[in-house]
């Protein structure tokens, strides 16, 4: 069957050149009778192909190139990239129980998101293309990898701009949605109906183990949520204190503690900025602190109260941090790139009198992969700081 002709404009044409996948609808010239949702041929005003998009009726961000390959975006070609993508996996995420099977743009499958906890696949439908693929998604899933449930955490707002509806349960199979996972030889329990994101936050898992190997005296993890970083990190530590706003989280962060016997850590509700001021006040000093926020900028429009939240919350942490002590300071706001996080802890390092250098400069896990070409794949900033 043949598919869906749109026109797209020069402009767009260049972007696809420069191995960018997103096409805008101010760049289609005709698209007329296109079903939401579909595969589409993109072509210039001359017919020529350009490649193969799905198609919303609804965002500005109106096509998302699949293919440039003249080729039918049929199942098959579903399958081997999904499959791909898994086998990937394989290599780079080897051991790992938890982990990104499908990272959308990364995986050239935009705006799709496939996460295994297990033998349980968590899946985000975020266009209106994907969510016409799901049906499909989740027969491949069953066929290859037969997992014993498949959840979907479709709970996101940019749903709303596709024109899609929140929503989120079980999509095959059945049992517990509370799972329990090992990660970097800790025990942790994932909600995946309820849990952050799909569950839990996957892109840290190779951040956590390496921000283990600076772990020594007493700790401070600030928006420790269930205690990923505090928990990993307890054992070449004589004491952690983890810091959260949400008591649910911490609730979470007790029952992984439980799971692994862990002696040392202690947890207390609080805003994370309020207890840095606190703490300077009251002379508390650590050895190591973790900083890993939300996102602070997730518009454009948001960078400049971002960079002084930044700044703000890294001028603290630097100021009750020991001598010959490691800060490791996360960013996953996109709006704020690694120059920009670098920029606000120097004019930090300076105002708190501290000499600061970078040991590592990391990212999200590699099962998250970055596309050069695309820098709304590289979200997650994560710096390992040495403060003299």
């Given at each position: 069957?043949?598919?869906?002709?749109?026109?797209?404009?020069?402009?767009?044409?260049?972007?696809?050149?420069?191995?960018?996948?997103?096409?805008?609808?101010?760049?289609?010239?005709?698209?007329?009778?296109?079903?939401?949702?579909?595969?589409?041929?993109?072509v210039?005003?001359?017919?020529?192909?350009?490649?193969?998009?799905?198609?919303?009726?609804?965002?500005?961000?109106?096509?998302?190139?699949?293919?440039?390959?003249?080729?039918?975006?049929?199942?098959?070609?579903?399958?081997?990239?999904?499959?791909?993508?898994?086998?990937?996996r394989?290599?780079?995420?080897?051991?790992?129980?938890?982990?990104?099977?499908?990272?959308?743009?990364?995986?050239?499958?935009?705006?799709?998101?496939?996460?295994?906890?297990?033998d349980?696949?968590?899946?985000?439908?975020?266009?209106?293309?994907?969510?016409?693929l799901?049906?499909?998604v989740?027969?491949i899933?069953?066929?290859?990898?037969?997992?014993?449930?498949?959840?979907?955490?479709?709970?996101?707002?940019?749903?709303?701009?596709?024109?899609?509806?929140?929503?989120?349960?079980?999509?095959?199979?059945?049992?517990?949605?509370?799972?329990?996972?090992?990660?970097?030889?800790?025990?942790?329990?994932?909600?995946?109906?309820?849990?952050?994101?799909?569950?839990?936050?996957?892109?840290?898992?190779?951040?956590?183990?390496?921000?283990?190997?600076?772990?020594?005296?007493?700790?401070?993890?600030?928006?420790?949520?269930?205690?990923?970083?505090?928990?990993?990190?307890?054992?070449?530590?004589?004491?952690?204190?983890?810091?959260?706003?949400?008591?649910?989280?911490?609730?979470?962060?007790?029952?992984?503690?439980?799971?692994?016997?862990?002696?040392?850590?202690?947890?207390?509700e609080?805003?994370?900025?309020?207890?840095?001021?606190?703490a300077?006040?009251?002379?508390?000093?650590?050895?190591?602190?973790?900083?890993?926020?939300?996102?602070?900028a997730?518009?454009?429009?948001?960078?400049?109260?971002?960079?002084?939240?930044?700044?703000?919350?890294?001028?603290?942490?630097?100021?009750?941090?020991?001598?010959?002590?490691?800060?490791?300071?996360?960013?996953?706001?996109?709006?704020?790139?690694?120059?920009?996080?670098l920029?606000?802890?120097?004019?930090?390092?300076?105002?708190?009198?501290?000499?600061?250098?970078?040991?590592?400069?990391?990212?999200?896990?590699?099962?998250?992969?970055?596309?050069?070409?695309?820098?709304?794949?590289?979200?997650?900033?994560?710096?390992?700081l040495?403060?003299?």
């Open positions: 069957m043949s598919l869906p002709e749109i026109q797209i404009t020069s402009r767009a044409v260049d972007r696809i050149v420069s191995g960018h996948p997103w096409i805008y609808r101010s760049d289609i010239r005709e698209a007329d009778a296109i079903e939401p949702g579909s595969v589409v041929r993109l210039d005003r001359r017919r020529r192909f350009w490649g193969q998009a799905l198609y919303s009726s609804q965002s500005q961000l109106a096509l998302r190139l699949l293919t440039r390959e003249d080729r039918e975006f049929d199942r098959a070609f579903l399958a081997e990239r999904i499959l791909e993508a898994a086998h990937y394989s290599r780079i995420a080897q051991g790992a129980q938890a982990y990104r099977v499908v990272s959308s743009e990364g995986d050239l499958l935009p705006s799709l998101i496939i996460d295994r906890y297990g349980c696949f968590v899946i985000q439908t975020l266009s209106q293309g994907t969510e016409r799901k049906s499909i989740i027969e899933l069953q066929e290859h990898f037969s997992p014993r449930m498949m959840v979907e955490r479709n709970d996101v707002a940019v749903r709303s701009v596709e024109g899609l509806p929140e929503q989120k349960g079980v999509l095959a199979g059945g049992g517990e949605c509370k799972v329990r996972i090992e990660e970097n030889g800790i025990q942790f329990e994932f909600d995946l109906l309820e849990g952050q994101k799909t569950g839990g936050f996957l892109d840290q898992r190779e951040n956590r183990a390496a921000a283990r190997e600076y772990a020594r005296g007493k700790m401070l993890d600030c928006f420790c949520y269930q205690g990923g970083f505090a928990l990993t990190m307890a054992a070449r530590c004589e004491s952690v204190l983890g810091i959260d706003s949400s008591r649910e989280a911490l609730e979470g962060a007790r029952r992984n503690q439980a799971l692994n016997e862990i002696r040392q850590v202690d947890w207390r609080a805003n994370c900025f309020d207890f840095l001021k606190s300077d006040h009251d002379g508390l000093r650590f050895d190591t602190i973790v900083l890993d926020p939300p996102a602070f997730r518009h454009k429009s948001n960078q400049e109260a971002a960079l002084r939240a930044y700044k703000e919350l890294n001028l603290r942490a630097l100021k009750i941090l020991n001598p010959d002590g490691f800060l490791i300071t996360c960013s996953c706001s996109f709006h704020v790139s690694e120059a920009d996080l920029e606000v802890i120097a004019s930090a390092a300076l105002d708190a009198h501290r000499t600061v250098s970078v040991v590592e400069r990391r990212t999200q896990s590699r099962d998250h992969p970055i596309l050069i070409t695309v820098p709304e794949t590289h979200y997650l900033k994560c710096l390992i040495r403060a003299l």
